[in-house]
């Protein structure tokens, strides 16, 4: 069955960077579009990046653009979300997903960006 297992969040300190990992099983990476979200406490969950299935076309929401990157390893069926200059506001819990027949989510991981 498809899991997506996140990890790689923490405690940073503003200005910081961390590196998220989402390992992807049960389908064919290759051909699906990935993305991360974010869920900061008291909110809704929000898209902050997408990358198609070859890395071609990515997308951020505006606060992170210039600040993030999202990229792919099809070898090894993984997603990155590579976060520089972290901002206290972006502290919440990321998780990464997929449409393959219906919207598959990971656990989670949490972020916070706290001096």
């Known amino acids: 069955q498809v899991q997506l297992v996140e990890s790689g969040g923490g405690l940073v300190q503003p200005g910081g960077s961390l590196r998220l990992s989402c390992a992807a099983s049960g389908f064919i990476f290759s051909m699906y579009t990935m993305r991360w979200y974010r869920q900061a406490p008291g909110k809704e969950r929000e898209l902050v990046a997408t990358i198609d299935g070859g890395g071609g076309s990515r997308g951020y929401v505006d606060s992170v653009t210039g600040r993030f990157t999202i990229s792919r390893d099809n070898a090894k069926n993984t997603v990155y979300l590579q976060m520089n200059s972290l901002k206290p506001e972006d502290t919440g819990v990321y998780y990464c997903?997929?449409?393959?027949?219906?919207?598959?989510w990971g656990q989670g991981t949490q972020v916070t960006v706290s001096s």
């Open positions: 997903n997929t449409l393959f027949q219906r919207a598959y």
